[in-house]
């Protein structure tokens, strides 16, 4: 597994990191085996969060691998907070109350990292700034960093958080590439990337996109889904990837995308045939 080596921080994390949101409700020894397949691939990176089955998930996963200090040592831990129930709320209390939450279901005493889950519109900067300073300095929470914010956002943070933001985690895949729209994009009506025709046209293109992918995994002796991995990973931006399987094959099928490097044709023939046109 290739590891990336996190900008201004000593972190090197796995380019694959194995999404905790749906184990809340998997038997546990479903649940071991798919941490321990993740681990024996070298995704030692879980990405959590405080909501994702009403902490279940998290209860869940200590309760599957019967942490203790030498297992958890072995692992990156990730969680998120600041989504409520009908609210967001970056407040230093509900940060401060939902990390211990968080530590107490995972059973440790530390977070690797801590991400603020979805932009709170009524944020208090210095609330975030005291509130991650006094988990830097008790030793709850080691690296801290967003999640679906944009730069404006990040940067008022920045303004106030000593800590550095080392990471922001956003959706993108091949079917939800708007990321990467947006710079191929640049001072161009795009009128090319609206979809006129509704369901019918989307189809054609996932017929088109899996012909593609299909081709691709028969080239490179890997899975479908492989293939969908190394379309992220191919991006020199160095972005980590999040699988949210459940099923330890697929975990297996997917760890093998660290190995493939596509081309810059494949890359865009990926991109083009999800049905995105060039400019
Ligand atoms: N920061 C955020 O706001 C945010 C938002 C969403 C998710 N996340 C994180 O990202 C992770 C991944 O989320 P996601 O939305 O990408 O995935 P997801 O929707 O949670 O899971 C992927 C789904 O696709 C299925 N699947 C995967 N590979 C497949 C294949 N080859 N064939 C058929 N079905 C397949 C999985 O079923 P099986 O389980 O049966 O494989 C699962 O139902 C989450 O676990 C969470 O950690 C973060």
New binding site residues.
């Given amino acids: 597994m290739n590891k990336i080596k996190v900008a201004n921080s000593d972190l090197k994390i796995p380019e694959i990191a194995l999404?905790?949101?749906?184990i809340g409700e998997m038997p546990l020894h479903e649940v071991n085996k798919l941490i321990n397949t993740a681990m024996d691939e070298g995704i030692t990176f879980f990405?959590?969060?405080d909501i994702?089955g009403g902490g279940k998930s998290e209860e869940v996963f200590a309760s599957a691998v019967k942490m203790t200090p030498a297992k958890r040592e072995q692992m990156i831990l990730q969680s998120?907070c600041g989504i409520r129930e009908g609210f967001f709320d970056f407040s230093r209390k509900h940060i401060l109350q939902s990390v211990d939450g968080i530590l107490k279901r995972l059973q440790t005493d530390y977070l690797d990292i801590l991400?603020l889950?979805?932009p709170d519109s009524l944020v208090e900067p210095e609330e975030v700034a005291d509130a991650f300073d006094l988990l830097y300095k008790s030793g709850k929470v080691l690296n801290f960093g967003v999640?679906?914010q944009n730069p404006m956002q990040i940067e008022l943070l920045k303004k106030y958080v000593k800590q550095p933001l080392l990471f922001n985690?956003l959706?993108l895949?091949i079917m939800r590439t708007g990321m990467i729209d947006a710079g191929l994009n640049v001072n161009m009506k795009v009128e090319n990337s609206l979809d006129h025709d509704g369901s019918i046209l989307d189809y054609c293109r996932l017929t088109e996109l899996n012909k593609v992918i299909d081709k691709l995994a028969k080239k490179y002796t890997v899975?479908?889904?492989a293939i969908a991995v190394a379309w992220i990973l191919r991006h020199p931006a160095r972005i980590q990837t999040?699988?949210?399987?459940?099923?330890s094959t697929?975990v297996s099928?997917?760890a093998k995308a660290s190995h493939i490097r596509l081309s810059r044709e494949e890359w865009y023939e990926i991109y083009r045939s999800a049905g995105n046109i060039l400019p």
């Fill in positions: 999404g905790c949101m749906r990405d959590h969060a994702y998120k991400l889950h979805r999640s679906n985690q959706q895949s899975t479908n889904s999040i699988i949210g399987t459940t099923n697929r099928h997917m």
